[in-house]
């Protein structure tokens, strides 16, 4: 592995503008890059649905010996992300002014490109290897929920370089997410004349909410409501409300059972105060969950510390692309890469981390090819 190169391509990554839904010009140098390493580089057809100016890009690399992987991480950034300028300092990367860096997750295309580079330049056997590179993972990933079908090897490991913590990290669990959006309709009147007349949609709303199990619900599960709107004026008894939450878990029985008390306890609410309630939930995507020696995770172990890491395990609270991937067909897990205070302007990368991160793929290709 060339430190340098890799921290000069990070950098360069790092100055193009790619926000959600404009990840273009990314996608262009992505590409070229790949094509120069002997990939065959393809774009699916996701741009016109996902509301993105350029599609996923799927890119594929026959190996010298048997067996299939992917790397994946994600091509579009937070805001702002105009006029980065990354600086090093002590051996740390930041952006010189008032804009994310974009390592999340700009190291983990670097450190793909790198690894890979350096695995095809040593000239050691390696299994196929199909590099994805999504669009708008940071708007609820869409990129990758509109990822058309059989682009992806079929039972492979799959490998998606997009998380904080150093690189070793391997997350075995991330949970899935509902989403619900709820309507209370009650009976407008006025709020000084004759407010008995009225049904009041908001004070619907509140019972609900303050008689639901939320927060923390155990070691696994989370839940909340984080958005409340309605009434238009201070004299009229308001007749709509909508409110809006969630719901995640890493198993499917416990979330299905929190949102059955949520349900519940919106039920009760509007039949309370004889109103009317209408409740939509939405599956957002599927929990992926490892046992700490599944033969996937042992592999990230054993080229963790053929890398000069020491692996360590996690269980996330929040969604990646490997939580749409794993309905693919692919076994997605998500690994570390040392981001650090991402989606701020404070965001940074220890040059140590992003070199850590290239290594750890260098060594999964060597590890897939034995």
Same mark, same amino acid.
């Given at each position: 592995m060339? @430190? /340098?190169?890799?921290l $000069?391509l &990070?950098c360069e990554?790092?100055?193009?503008e790619?926000p959600s839904?404009?990840? #273009?010009? +990314?996608?262009?140098r992505?590409a070229d890059?790949l094509?120069r390493?002997g990939?065959?580089?393809?774009? $699916? =057809?996701?741009a016109?649905?996902v509301?993105s100016d350029t599609?996923?890009?799927v890119a594929?690399l ?6 299939? +992987?992917? &790397? /994946?991480?994600h091509m $579009?950034?937070?805001q702002?992300c105009a006029?980065?300028?990354p600086?090093v300092?002590?051996?740390v990367?930041r952006?010189a002014?008032d ?5 999340? =997750?700009?190291?983990g295309v #670097?450190?793909?490109? @790198?690894g !890979?580079?350096?695995? %095809? ?19 609820h ?6 990822l058309?079908d059989?682009?992806?090897p ?5 490998y !998606?370089? =997009?998380?904080?913590g150093?690189?070793g990290?391997?997350?075995?669990g991330?949970p899935?997410h ?6 209370? /309709?009650g009976?407008a009147?006025?709020a000084?004349?004759?407010?008995? @007349?009225?049904?009041?949609?908001i004070?619907?709303a ?5 008689s +639901?199990?939320?927060g923390?619900?155990? @070691? #696994?599960?989370t839940a909340n409501?984080g &958005?409340i709107e309605?009434?238009g004026?201070?004299n009229v !008894?308001?007749d709509?409300c909508?409110l ?8 499917a029985e416990r979330?299905e059972?929190?949102k059955?008390a949520?349900?519940? #306890?919106l039920?009760?609410a509007?039949?309370r &105060?004889?109103g009317?309630v ?11 969950l ?13 080229a /963790?510390r ?14 990646s692309?490997?939580n749409?991937?794993?309905?693919c067909?692919?076994r ?6 040392? +981001? ?10 220890? %040059?140590?981390?992003l070199?850590g991160?290239?290594r750890? %793929?260098?060594?999964l ?6």
């Amino acid at each position: 592995m060339q @430190e /340098s190169r890799l921290l $000069d391509l &990070f950098c360069e990554l790092v100055r193009i503008e790619s926000p959600s839904f404009h990840e #273009a010009p +990314m996608a262009a140098r992505c590409a070229d890059e790949l094509r120069r390493l002997g990939f065959e580089v393809s774009f $699916d =057809d996701s741009a016109e649905r996902v509301g993105s100016d350029t599609g996923n890009l799927v890119a594929h690399l026959p190996g010298t010996r048997t067996g299939h +992987m992917v &790397f /994946s991480a994600h091509m $579009d950034t937070v805001q702002p992300c105009a006029g980065i300028e990354p600086v090093v300092v002590d051996g740390v990367v930041r952006s010189a002014g008032d804009t994310i860096l974009s390592a999340d =997750d700009k190291a983990g295309v #670097a450190a793909i490109f @790198e690894g !890979v580079r350096s695995a %095809v330049e040593s000239g050691s056997p390696r299994p196929d290897v199909t590099v994805l590179l999504t669009t708008c993972e940071e708007q609820h990933l869409l990129g990758s929920s509109a990822l058309a079908d059989g682009l992806l090897p079929a039972g492979a490991p799959c490998y !998606v370089l =997009d998380a904080d913590g150093a690189p070793g990290t391997i997350i075995t669990g991330a949970p899935c997410h509902w989403s619900l959006n709820v309507t209370f /309709s009650g009976r407008a009147a006025h709020a000084g004349v004759c407010p008995e @007349e009225g049904v009041s949609a908001i004070a619907m709303a509140a019972a609900a909410v303050s008689s +639901m199990p939320l927060g923390r619900l155990d @070691e #696994a599960t989370t839940a909340n409501v984080g &958005f409340i709107e309605g009434g238009g004026a201070t004299n009229v !008894v308001p007749d709509t409300c909508a409110l809006a939450g969630e719901c995640r878990s890493l198993y499917a029985e416990r979330a299905e059972a929190q949102k059955a008390a949520m349900t519940e #306890a919106l039920e009760v609410a509007a039949a309370r &105060f004889g109103g009317a309630v209408s409740i939509e939930w939405t599956k957002s995507y599927y929990a992926v969950l490892f046992d700490e020696e599944d033969e996937l995770v042992q592999a990230i172990v054993r080229a /963790s510390r053929a890398a000069g890491l020491e692996p360590r395990f996690h269980r996330s609270g929040g969604g990646s692309d490997a939580n749409v991937l794993a309905a693919c067909g692919v076994r997605p897990v998500t690994l570390g890469v040392g +981001m650090a205070a991402f989606h701020s302007v404070d965001e940074h990368i220890a %040059v140590d981390d992003l070199e850590g991160a290239a290594r750890l %793929v260098e060594a999964l290709i060597a590890e897939g090819a034995q």
